[in-house]
């Protein structure tokens, strides 16, 4: 079965702090694709990355980072020095068949 | 400017009416989607649209018809709406059908069921 699981349901950090956001995923497939959204209080939907199952370095853009590790099937997300605009939904996707599989998506909540 | 656009943005119904959402994109892309938000913000893929062939669709029900006219264009027809259509439909395209393809989304369209 094809899954992507995001436990945490929300996140509350004060500004400032590093917060992840865990993403994993189940699929039998060896060839897929990873990504990350970004759902701000405004509601679109904003792509953040995509990572290849066969590329299993770590990415940094600017104060985003994220994790990708195929022997735990996971691709966390790492925002350093988080600021009151990354305030949003964050959603993890797998990639297989022409489609998304979505995670529930993870409610951060930055405090200033 | 815009790349995907949805209208309208927000559409109020009642019960038993028949509503479109229209939905462009101006990147030349091949592949359109339509997807549901619910309360929960989980998203469900409902159609695909590749060069204006239907390439997905999932378990929705029939009430619910996309049209593509060109593959810059994805309608969504909702016949006799129920209390339980109310949410938020994305319309996305993405450069062609394929696994690696991020997916460019518009601004959404809320629909409320009265």
């Known amino acids: 079965a094809q899954k992507v699981t995001q436990a945490q349901t929300e996140i509350s950090v004060v500004e400032k702090e590093d917060v992840t956001l865990d993403c994993v995923y189940e699929t039998r497939d060896t060839t897929y694709y990873l990504f990350w959204y970004k759902q701000p209080p405004s509601g679109e939907l904003v792509f953040l990355i995509r990572?290849?199952?066969?590329d299993e370095q770590n990415e940094i853009s600017g104060r985003y980072s994220w994790n990708f590790q195929k022997s735990t099937s996971s691709f966390n997300f790492t925002i350093t020095a988080s600021q009151v605009v990354d305030s949003a939904v964050y959603f993890c996707?797998?990639?297989?068949?022409?489609?998304?599989?979505w995670g529930a998506g993870t409610k951060l909540i930055i405090k200033p | 400017d815009t790349a995907v656009s949805q209208t309208p943005k927000y559409l109020v119904t009642q019960m038993g009416n028949d509503k479109s959402i229209k939905c462009e994109q101006n990147l030349g892309h091949d592949t359109m989607y339509w997807y549901k938000q619910d309360s929960k913000k989980f998203l469900k893929i409902m159609f695909s649209?590749?060069?204006?062939?239907?390439?997905i669709n999932e378990t929705v029900p029939n009430r619910f018809s996309p049209k593509s006219p060109d593959k810059a264009h994805l309608n969504l027809h909702i016949n006799s709406l129920e209390l339980g259509d109310s949410a938020v439909y994305f319309c996305?395209?993405?450069?062609?059908?394929?696994?690696?393809?991020?997916?460019?989304f518009g601004p959404g369209t809320r629909l409320t069921v009265l």
């Open positions: 649209y590749n060069n204006k062939e239907l390439i």
């Open positions: 990572r290849n199952s066969f």
């Open positions: 996305a395209s993405s450069p062609f059908a394929g696994s690696y393809n991020e997916q460019f």
């Open positions: 996707a797998l990639s297989l068949n022409y489609q998304l599989i």
